[in-house]
Every structure is written in structure tokens, then in C-alpha cells.
Antibody, heavy 123, light 108 residues
Framework: EVQLVESGGGLVKPGGSLRLSCAAS????????MSWVRQAPGKGLEWVGR??????????DYAAPVKGRFTISRDDSKNRLYLQMNSLKTEDTAVYYC??????????????WGQGTLVTVSS | SSELTQDPAVSVALGQTVRITCQGD??????ASWYQQKPGQAPVLVIY???KRPSGIPDRFSGSSSGNTASLTITGAQAEDEADYYC???????????FGGGTKLTVL
């Protein structure tokens, strides 16, 4: 069974930084594209960004609201995914989920998801 | 456009059939995936690749697509199906970056 466990959330002041981690088990992590998705309190889901496998170039893509502030990385030797968040804004307050990013020529899907970690940006 | 539009709320009588729709230009070139989210829980994939169900998802859940509209149909809705449902598809850059605003399903 694939399990994804996020950690590292907490309270941070505007302008501050935080690093989230996602521990993966039950899958060949090095072969998995991974994404972060967030959900602000009482709001819908918002894709944050993804990282491809090293075989596929290890490249990253980001949503416009976080581009230039957030960085996704991976450590395949530790089966871990990371989200480095800098210059945090109050609107970054959300539960952050990690998920495997799967797809074919005509569709993409996220499965499974971790339980999420809450990031609160407030003074 | 990179937006997906869903009705904010839909209700269905217990045991009846309900269709939840998702509209957007990206659906003309990419199939939607659908997620169920219950309060306080992480989303769960229920439909992907147009009409495939992950292991463990009841066969009362099905998906379809036509033009710029994707649909999630629950045939014989159960009380445990009451949840928020989100659609997702690729954006024009090929990123999986587009979620619908979500539909709150109430089972009466």
C-alpha cells in the first residue's frame, strides 16, 4: 500500500520561510512524478507544482501564484519529497498535500494523497 | 482558458442518480479526473482517464465526457457519498494545474 506522510507545517510570519517534507513508502519513489496540492481553509483545491523523475529530467513546474517563491525537490535515496516555501504570504495559508502525479497521453490524475500538513502564515 | 467550472451545490435523494458536471476549454483535449473529499479528510481519486475507477471505488461511480464538459455520475447515491467533489485536468501547458471549484453533494 502506498503511503504518503507530510510534515513540517506550522505557524510562520509573513515574509518567512518553511520547508515541508513528504515521506513516501510502498512505491518505487524514484519512478514517481510527484505534486504538491494545497487547500486554503474552506476553499477548493489548488495545484502548487510538480517534480518529474530524474529519468524524465527531474524538472519542476509551478503554479503562477508560487513561482519564484516555492521550490520542489526530491531525495530518491530517502524516498522524500520537499517543498521549500520562501517569502510566504498570508494567502499561502492552507493544508498542503503531497500526491503522486500520474497520467497518460490524454489525462492526468493524483493518487494517492497524504493526510496533509497545515501551514499558517500570520503575524 | 485554464478554468474549470462546477455547480457549487447539488442534492440527490437517497438511492437516486445524480450527475455532477465540470466545464472548461481544457476538457476538449484532456480527460478529467474526479476527487471525493469528506470533511477533515484528504481527497480520494474516484474517476480517472475518462471512466476508470481505482481499486475500491464502487461501480456506482462513473465518468463521461463530451466537448468541453466532463461528468461524474453516481447511480444509486448512498449516504456515504455526501461529500465535496472536484474535477481536474491539464492546462494549456500540459501541467495538471486546473481544478474546478468543487461541488458539494448532499444526499437527502
Amino acid at each position: 500500500e502506498v503511503q504518503l506522510v507530510e510534515s513540517g507545517g506550522g505557524l510562520v510570519k509573513p515574509g518567512g520561510s518553511l520547508r515541508l517534507s513528504c515521506a513516501a513508502s510502498g512505491l518505487t519513489f524514484s519512478k514517481a512524478w510527484m505534486s504538491w496540492v494545497r487547500q486554503a481553509p474552506g476553499k477548493g483545491l489548488e495545484w502548487v507544482g510538480r517534480i518529474k523523475t530524474k529519468t524524465d529530467g527531474g524538472t519542476t513546474d509551478y503554479a503562477a501564484p508560487v513561482k519564484g517563491r516555492f521550490t520542489i525537490s526530491r531525495d530518491d535515496s530517502k524516498n522524500r519529497l520537499y517543498l521549500q516555501m520562501n517569502s510566504l504570504k498570508t494567502e499561502d495559508t492552507a493544508v498542503y498535500y503531497c500526491t503522486t502525479d500520474q497520467g497518460d497521453s490524454s489525462s492526468n490524475w493524483f493518487d494517492p494523497w497524504g493526510q496533509g500538513t497545515l501551514v499558517t502564515v500570520s503575524s | 482558458s485554464s478554468e474549470l467550472t462546477q455547480d457549487p451545490a447539488v442534492s440527490v435523494a437517497l438511492g437516486q442518480t445524480v450527475r455532477i458536471t465540470c466545464q472548461g476549454d481544457s476538457l476538449r483535449s484532456s480527460y478529467a479526473s474526479w476527487y471525493q473529499q469528506k470533511p477533515g479528510q484528504a481527497p480520494v481519486l474516484v474517476i480517472y482517464a475518462k471512466n476508470k475507477r481505482p481499486s475500491g471505488i464502487p461501480d456506482r461511480f462513473s465518468g463521461s465526457s463530451s466537448g468541453n464538459t466532463a461528468s461524474l455520475t453516481i447511480t444509486g447515491a448512498q449516504a456515504e457519498d455526501e461529500a465535496d467533489y472536484y474535477c481536474n485536468s491539464r492546462d494549456s501547458s500540459g501541467n495538471p494545474g486546473v481544478f474546478g471549484g468543487g461541488t458539494k453533494l448532499t444526499v437527502l
